[in-house]
């Protein structure tokens, strides 16, 4: 009897072993190979699904260590670090036996995908820094609470905005996965351009994230802070720099920032969206990324 063996990059979930800890991934799509690795860190993969990609790139989602299927560190919820996330993209691509991809990075994805641009620019065909800023720390804070004041200026008499900035308020003393579950449900409305105006639509999505807590501390519990700043004018390699207008977590002040500290950059500003522009707006957010691939003239005329 034959049987047919399933190679790394066919469709559906796989598992590796990397440096001795499980790594889970999910393949989607046909084309160009493209690693998409999730925010948080700690939220579930599902969330950054981009179908409007998959008709143009294999979309590789990555489960990054410590959520999902992946495994768990022997200092978890320590230790989850851009250089160990770094790694695992390493052997992630030795093991689909690709030399050079895209790369996708959203979020906190976004700085472990800067981070992994700096250090292996060989592997990377071009890196779409989504939703992504040169730093963390008391700068990023003090503008995300800017603009947090911004929503909370536009959605003053909605009922509902007291729950969402306590949730928000909630995210700096978590330590329970459910603590973690129940944070990203509650803040979602802000992280979306209109979500009470959409909210029949958005409402799924807000039911199925899912996350683990990770608290951000190395092994040694000391905080792994990001400052890209003086390093980001040496990265070689195509990047786009994504942003949603009214993102208040990773905002147009960082986007900008990220454009002109990175040679040759693109910068595409999503104007209708918060920090999901591939949720809010799918074509627009598609249309983006596949010009910078190269891929766009045949994804559009598909499309018509």
């Given amino acids: ?35 998409a690795h999730p925010g948080g860190p700690g939220v579930f993969w599902e969330y950054l699904r981009m179908p409007a990609l998959e008709s143009r790139l294999t979309m590789v989602y990555v489960e990054p260590l410590g959520t999902g299927g992946s495994g768990r560190l022997g200092s978890h919820p320590n230790g989850y670090t851009r250089d160990r996330y770094s790694e695992a993209l390493v052997g992630l691509l030795d093991h689909l036996g690709v030399r050079s991809a895209f790369l996708i990075g959203h979020s906190h994805g976004g700085f472990v995908a800067q981070h992994f641009a700096l250090r292996h620019p060989e592997r990377v065909a071009g890196v779409v820094l989504y939703e992504s800023a040169p730093l963390t720390g008391p700068d990023h804070v003090a503008e995300a609470m800017a603009q947090v004041e ?5 959605n003053a008499d909605n009922p509902e905005l007291p729950a969402v900035l306590g949730a928000l308020q909630a995210t700096g003393s978590i330590s329970t996965d459910e603590e973690m579950v129940d944070a990203l449900r509650g803040l979602l409305p802000a992280y979306l351009a209109d979500y009470w105006g959409r909210q029949e639509e958005f409402a799924p999505l807000r039911a199925a994230i899912s996350g683990t807590h990770l608290s951000g501390l190395d ?10 700043r003086e390093v980001l004018g040496s990265l070689a390699v195509p990047a786009l720099v994504v942003v949603g207008r009214y993102d208040v977590v990773c905002g147009v002040r960082w986007a900008e920032e ?5 040679p040759d950059s693109r910068l595409v500003v999503l104007e209708h969206s918060g ?13 983006a990324v596949l010009d910078f691939a190269e891929l766009k003239q045949d994804f559009s005329s598909d499309r018509s």
Avoid: K
């Avoid at 990220?258 to 990175?262: D, F, Q, S």
């Fill in 1 to 35: 009897m034959n049987t047919r063996v399933r190679g790394p990059l066919a469709a559906g979930t796989h598992t590796v072993e990397i440096g001795g800890v499980v790594q889970s991934y999910h393949v989607h799509g046909a084309g160009p190979v493209c690693l």
């Fill in 219 to 228: 092994e040694h519990l000391e905080p792994d802070v990001i400052n890209d």
């Fill in 258 to 262: 990220l454009h002109e500290l990175i």
């Fill in 275 to 287: 920090h999901l522009g591939h949720v809010e707006e799918p074509a627009a957010f598609a249309d």
């Fill in 150 to 154: 911004v929503f909370a200026g536009r």
